[in-house]
């Protein structure tokens, strides 16, 4: 399949779009900054009483709405030729990162040959909410254009941090606060954010170091250090400190150990920087380690890392390789509470270290779609962005016999918002197709929400079969409506990716092109495991075959998962306006009542909140499949992250896994 680098299928199309939405932008703007004007967020409503918010609202005001009557005409002229021009429009644009060239994605084609035990690969999400201006309001969110570059800086900065594993053998030591180290899944003593974690625990950080090269290593926790073949080498590239309880919590001595000639320290407080480039949904704080541009963050987000006797190589090595860090805990399988857990789960301030691909929902605002991508790929080579359809039903009908997108809506008059999703690889893109719903209601009928489904590859065997995995993402209708237009678009999903994975398979069983490694769908389902009111949803066929690492059964999640919607009214307060301050909230039971929103009842008086079972509404979803994988090949979770780095930004959590697909052989 031909993706697709354009909008338009030639520059003549491409040239009278951009003519026509010359003619419409004018007018767009201007609305939106009028209503925009009207809807204060949490912060202005502090500083409505005050002479300076009231002068600006009383000038800009006026002037936004006489500006926009006078640009109607020329929108009128531009939307009667823009409309026409969404029939030859491609459902999205792929882009890719030219001045790499081979030096990326190829580059990690070559790394796994299938011939190891198997490889893990590192998947994210995250609802972003890039909508225009007024609509950010609503939601408490401002600055889009701020915000879209903000966290594009965030996600990469996360992403690319280097990997530093850290055992502690006690948790008694002083040098590093525990609070970072807190977990859901592991009892502990007290009432404040500082408990103290009992002994028995094993914590470490969840960082990849990128070489000198551009190439992620790929180094895992659970890889054998000692062995041969692809995951040997870079497990030589990690830095693994022990901190133990005899010597008073101090770090061990590396070589003593015999670990290796790397030692870590916690850099002294009196050091630490203001941070910088922060968004005014954002402010500087000290130990905010959500920044790119913050080199400084509190002790438990950062490490320093010294290689080498010299002191000459020790600096050069500091400079280079000082990065903040997000503590992970990871405890012992015989110590879990839950003996079946077979995988690390925790609240992290940052992404995943070599996160390999990343799916968001809410890119709706196109300026900060490009924004968002030209931040992106300073990490991800591969980016599908400005994904769905426009324009009237009229238009659509036609684009509906031609277009991928099987079936839209016939209740909405015209689609002025794309689906909102955007998809980044550090992988090749082989194959993307979009659908949209047919059936949204209120004001989604007015975007094209729907879903991505994009085919990857990365691998190669010796026999020159391509690896390749399977990556879908959707953003289903809205909360506050019906539930069963989410339950129907979640049959149209599933008939989606039955037909997707047909329509691009090239293997048969006697002689496989293609050895499937994964299957992973994701995105913002609008239904939480909890809620009474979404018990249909809650039973639905796709989770027998896709699993939620979060999930026991309808209705019941696992007692260490979170809810992933944040209460919008205090999103910027002080307590969990940096990454830190968020992560140690939500570490507690307070904190997670107080910040994150929990189900409501339709058939409750008033819709007050009703007492249910979990910590708060996860409505954005982290799923995998084992079915239609390669002979013996399985899949099994390492990492399930819950994470707070986007703090200010969004009102959503982003959520990370790590899968590791297991081959069945044995490293040689």
Known sequence: ?????????????????????????????????FVASLIPTTNEKCQRGSLCWVLRFIFTAPIYSALCLLSVPSAICGFLLWNPLQLCRR?????RLEDKGQAGGSILLNEWKATGPG???????ANVCLLPECMARVNNLSNTQARAKEIGQRIRNGASRPQIKIYIDSPTNTSISAASFSSLASPQGGDGPNKAVPAGIKRTTSMEYKGDNGSPNNSEEHRNPKAGGDFHEAEDNACIIRIGGEDGGQLSDPEADGTGDCQMETPPENKAEGQKGQTPNHKAKDGDAGSLDSYTASRESLVKVRIGDSPTEQGSVNNKLLHKTSMLKKTSLRKKKHTDEI??????????????????????????????????????EYILYDVGIYGCCCSCKILNSCCPCKSLSSSCPCKILNSGLLFASRYPVMDAVYHCYPNGGGTDAFSSKGALFVKVQVGCTPQDQRIVGYISCTHLQAEGEDSTIRCEQL??????????????????????EELVAFDVLCGDFNFDNSSSDDKLVQQHSLFTHYKDPCRIGPGEDKPWAIGTFLKQDRLHDEEVGTPDN?????????????????PTSKNHPTNQKVLVKGNGRRIDYML?????????????????????????????????????????????
């Open 119 to 125: 490889k893990s690969f590192c998947f994210g999400t």
């Open 582 to 598: 968020l992560q140690k909230a939500l570490e507690s039971e307070e904190g997670r009542k107080e910040y994150i929103d929990y």
């Open 491 to 512: 049959n149209q999903l599933q008939d989606w990716l039955a037909d997707f994975r047909k329509s691009t398979s090239s293997s048969s069983t006697a002689n496989p």
């Open 624 to 668: 995998y499949s084992e079915e239609g994988l390669y002979l013996e090949w399985k899949v099994e979770v390492e990492e399930f992250s819950f994470i707070t780095q986007l703090a200010g930004l969004t009102d959503h959590l982003p959520v990370a896994m790590r899968l590791m697909v297991n081959t069945g052989e044995e490293e040689v």
């Open 91 to 95: 459902p999205y644009i792929y882009s």
């Open 1 to 33: 399949m031909v993706l697709h680098t354009s909008p338009f299928p030639c520059c003549c199309l491409s040239l009278l779009h951009r003519i026509s939405w010359a003619l419409i932008f004018p007018f767009y703007w201007l609305m939106d900054k």
């Open 343 to 380: 995988f690390d789960h925790e609240i992290s301030a940052f992404f995943p270290a070599n996160l390999d691909f990343l799916c968001l929902q809410e890119v709706f605002d196109k300026r900060a779609a490009g924004k968002l991508k030209d931040q992106l790929h300073q990490y991800f």
